[in-house]
């Protein structure tokens, strides 16, 4: 019994020292210089639980799609383990980078698993505004939060957490930065060379192909400007721009363009065929970041997808869907099924696929002084279909490099709307990532 | 005759103190930090029951308008980077994206600090000094920004008269609202003649109880290229730290 007393205090003790490991007198303040001391490695990254639970639809397209041939449910949950690992080293000039993701899944009574090299590259840095990187890098392009249609040489952001880290591609850039006094006050140009090849960016586009592309960046009269271009036999040749200006203290204005070249637009006919049209098309959002006097933080941006699925094509897609389930259900016969998730496939399962988008998200500082807690709400809506997502989240940090972030996102829309025949009614997420 | 001899010299003497106290505001920035520097900092956000987040910062200047900071720790906040130019501010999140622009009243940090103070420039920069009283030990300047864009309005600046060096500065709203105050403590001696305070406090009506402190380590005189003070160099602000 008193064994038991003594590990009970001694777990309370472990309890309390953990939760105030933090809290020492206001006044205890000290500067160790060793926390400054420059090393030539890094090493960091996170551990992260990630469990999942999916409110699914079961008169939605892509939930029959998924599940036709399975036992009918109305909810799904999923577990998820993440380890990001990342270092560097530098010597001189010099320097080795890496990240890699690895993840743990377990999913209707599935285990599935995973190891991404996010990045990996060398670089050199000869003179202040000169360097050159080689091997797996993310070149992220374009001033847009949710949208980056101007993003030519790096994979799409995930819009349900545009602030995610990507998986680079592999090629060589090199940086080249003048600064000025006047009106022009930066001037910065980066090239970039991406091959492809059956076995190196394989998911780029066309293989055994050089590409080329190049962006210009220049801060003038307190504007960022950028001009990009991107042209190589993988994909069509295209060319962007993007600004950001603040306009007060507490606004900021941007926009991004790309005018893409023989883009092969998709037209979905009543009978489930796919057929394309070649046009020059354009992709374009607008968009803005406000802070209130009460610390709310808005973001709001306009997406215009010039080589988006219509509104027509993809009611015939969904009509579709709907008599390949009914030949299943009738005859057992899945084959247009089968046909109808081939063709979803780079039309409309995937991100944002259709013309015009509106996104939005508030998000409020510790509110009522409640340190660290950041509550925000986020939506994307559909302005062709009127359909839409709502996605509110609480954010918080309890101790230093724990954040814990609970969110629910709830799609609302009629039948045969992008939101409304997603395989979800509702989705609820917690995260708990763990930062060393 | 008196009155026109009145009206001349009060005509005469606003000019003149206010000349001074410009002056008085150079020295003053000229005494906190070197027009070009390097330094580290350690910020410390208080909450009421005494829990506190800290966050260790690279940061350089140049001249009048460049600044830029890396965060060093947390290991969340590590490679963080902010960028000033003018009114121009950028955040740049290592994996996350290219550099965004912030507002100078947004707070990288959480906390009673926010953009602008921890980008700052020279005083003498942002503000005009329009009085100053002679309190006996200190001055009190009337700061008042030169543009819309500065994060504060208006400030009453407190200046040790032996030291040249603010003690406690009050930032306002352009009603005079007080929106917080910095407590300058612990004179310290860096070395190559720079003797400043090595703790600035500061707290907030706005946030009740919450206590903000940023300590000095390292000030050193040093220049850079212009080319450090751009978006492309934000993610290689680490390049530039040296061993200590």
Request: aromatic share 14%.
């Amino acid at each position: 019994m008193i064994t038991q007393i003594f590990s009970l205090r001694r777990l309370l003790l472990s309890f309390l020292i953990f939760f105030y490991a933090g809290v020492l007198s206001a006044e205890d303040f000290a500067f160790d210089l060793s926390e400054i001391e420059k090393k030539p490695y890094s090493f960091g990254g996170f551990i992260e639980f990630r469990p999942v639970l999916f409110g699914l639809d079961r008169e939605a397209a892509f939930y029959r799609l998924r599940y036709f041939d399975q036992d009918q449910k109305n909810i799904r949950d999923e577990y998820n383990l993440g380890l990001r690992l990342e270092g560097s080293y530098e010597k001189g000039a010099a320097g080795v980078y890496f990240r890699t993701d690895s993840t743990l899944g377990y999913d209707d009574q599935d285990w599935n698993d995973d190891t991404v090299l996010g990045e990996g590259y060398l670089s050199l840095k000869p003179a202040t505004g000169f360097s050159v990187n080689a091997g797996k890098r993310v070149v992220p392009w374009g001033k847009g939060y949710a949208f980056n249609p101007a993003a030519f040489v790096s994979r799409p952001k995930d819009i349900d957490d545009p602030t995610e880290a990507l998986e680079g591609f592999y090629l060589i850039d090199a940086d080249i930065i003048k600064s000025y006094d006047g009106p022009l006050k930066t001037l910065a140009f980066t090239p970039v060379i991406l091959p492809v090849t059956d076995d190196l960016n394989d998911d780029f586009g066309e293989a055994d192909h050089l590409n080329f592309a190049a962006k210009l960046y220049l801060l003038f009269r307190d504007t960022d400007l950028d001009f990009m271009f991107f042209t190589g036999a993988s994909r069509t040749t295209r060319y962007g721009f993007d600004f950001s200006r603040n306009i007060g203290t507490n606004f900021e204005v941007h926009g991004e363009a790309a005018w893409i070249t023989d883009f092969e637009k998709q037209n979905i006919d009543s009978q489930g065929r796919l057929t394309t049209e070649t046009a020059d098309i354009l992709q374009a959002l607008f968009g803005i970041r406000y802070l209130t006097a009460n610390d709310i933080t808005y973001i709001v941006e306009y997406y215009h997808n010039g080589g988006g699925i219509e509104v027509d094509d993809a009611e015939n897609f969904y009509e579709f869907v709907d008599r390949a389930y009914d030949r299943f259900l009738a005859a057992g016969d899945s084959s247009q099924l089968a046909r109808a998730a081939q063709l979803s496939r780079g039309t409309l399962a995937a991100s944002r696929p259709m013309r015009d988008y509106f996104y939005f998200r508030a998000s409020i500082k510790e509110p009522f002084d409640i340190l660290y807690v950041t509550p925000a709400i986020t939506s994307i809506v559909n302005l062709n279909d009127q359909s839409l997502s709502l996605t509110p989240e609480l954010a918080y940090t309890p101790i230093t490099n724990l954040d814990i972030r609970l969110r629910g996102a709830f799609l609302t829309g009629a039948r045969q709307t992008e939101f409304g025949e997603k395989q979800n009614d509702y989705r609820l997420e917690l995260r708990v990532r763990y930062y060393f | 005759m008196a009155i026109l001899y009145f009206f001349l010299a009060l005509f005469l003497a606003a000019p003149a103190a206010a000349i001074d106290a410009n002056q008085l505001l150079k020295q003053v920035d000229r005494n906190l930090a070197p027009a070009s520097y390097e330094m580290y900092r350690k910020l410390i956000n208080i909450e009421p029951n005494g829990r506190k987040k800290e966050f260790v910062l690279f940061s350089v200047k140049k001249g009048k308008d460049k600044v830029a900071a890396l965060f060093l720790s947390p290991a969340s906040d590590k490679g963080r980077s902010t960028l000033r130019v003018e009114d121009n501010m950028w955040l740049y999140i290592p994996n996350v994206a290219k550099p965004v622009r912030i507002t100078s009243l947004q707070s990288v940090v959480g906390g009673v600090f926010n953009n602008s103070d921890i980008l700052q420039l020279d005083y003498a920069d942002e503000y005009d000094a329009i009085k100053l009283e002679d309190q006996g030990k200190e001055y009190l300047l009337h700061l008042k920004a030169r543009t819309k864009t500065v994060a504060y309005d208006q400030l009453r600046m407190w200046v040790d008269k032996e030291k040249v060096s603010p003690t406690r500065i009050e930032c306002l709203t352009e009603a005079s609202m007080l929106i917080k105050t910095l407590y300058f403590k612990d004179i310290k001696d860096f070395g190559a003649g720079i003797v400043r305070p090595a703790v600035v406090e500061t707290d907030s009506p706005l946030y009740k109880g919450f206590k903000s402190v940023m300590m000095f380590a390292n000030v050193r005189v040093r220049d850079f290229p212009d080319e450090v003070f751009t978006l492309t160099f934000m993610p290689k602000l680490e390049s530039l730290r040296q061993g200590q």
